[in-house]
């Protein structure tokens, strides 16, 4: 099962039931919950709260914190390969909340699925405060 399927999304960004359109931070929500709530996923946030709240206050897409290390907690390796040109590659390496997906029966996903419920399950928590 897809992320997507398990939340209940189409077509990447409609609701299955209602036929209606979800915002970003919706669909992404709806996964958080899915997986056990915000205190779950945020097990697996890849930097303390202190720089991700000093962070999310310059980008509240916290493009400023290391794409690395999203996709690592994502459960991605990213690296550059030099074959025919020099380029970087995302490699699954099972780590981080992949742990929480095979619990929740997730068979099927993306690194950036996983930077995006990490990154919204960050923003939720410095908002909540």
Known sequence: MTIQ??????NGDVDVKTGQKLSHSEIY???????GGLDEVAKFLPFPMDLIRQKYAEDPN?????IHAW???AGFETHTTYAYSQR?????????ICMLYAR??????????GV???????RRLVENE
């Open 5 to 10: 399927e398990a939340v209940g999304v189409r």
């Open 29 to 35: 929500g709806r996964a958080i919950e899915y997986l």
């Open 62 to 66: 916290l493009n400023n914190l290391s």
């Open 71 to 73: 996709d690592r907690a």
């Open 88 to 96: 970087e590659e995302c490699r699954l390496i099972r780590t981080g």
């Open 104 to 113: 929740h029966k997730i068979t099927s996903f993306s690194c950036s699925d």
């Open 116 to 122: 995006c419920i990490l990154k919204e399950a960050a």
